[in-house]
């Protein structure tokens, strides 16, 4: 990678709908010389995909919370990840080191939906959990350096 690359990935992080011909000036190179960049990054599987950043209170599910849990001895974490992913409220589900085993982020339309998410994650195969409600939250979009 060099420093054009840094300069296209920094944009698509902050603006993956940004243009060929825009990214190629940020980074001084016409929008023929970008094209094959970002799909060389792409294949190298350092860009994984374009997607856009939703404010799920304004779609109806603004309790935000973060979920940690411990399975149960028992549970399988391959069926409990598929299950967890089913929820309609789970919108992370990561994998972790520390006391808990995964932590979940849940966007929510109210405390009756995050009590239901909840009782789902335990039917899934989790032992404890800790539920935390996000009061502010802030993407910080990087530049890659």
Known sequence: MDDADRIILSELIRNGRATFKELGALAGLSPHAVAPRVRRLSEAG?????????????VGRGLDALIDLRLLSTAKPEAF????????????????????????????????????????LRQAGAAVTETRIVLRSRALLRPVR
């Open 46 to 58: 350092i860009v994984t995909g374009f997607t856009a950043l939703v404010d799920y209170g304004h």
């Open 81 to 120: 990840e598929a299950a967890a992913a089913e929820l309609p409220a789970i919108r992370e589900v990561s994998f972790v080191t520390g006391r808990f085993d995964y932590q979940l982020r849940a966007a929510c339309t109210d405390a009756d939906d995050l009590d239901h998410t909840v009782r789902g």
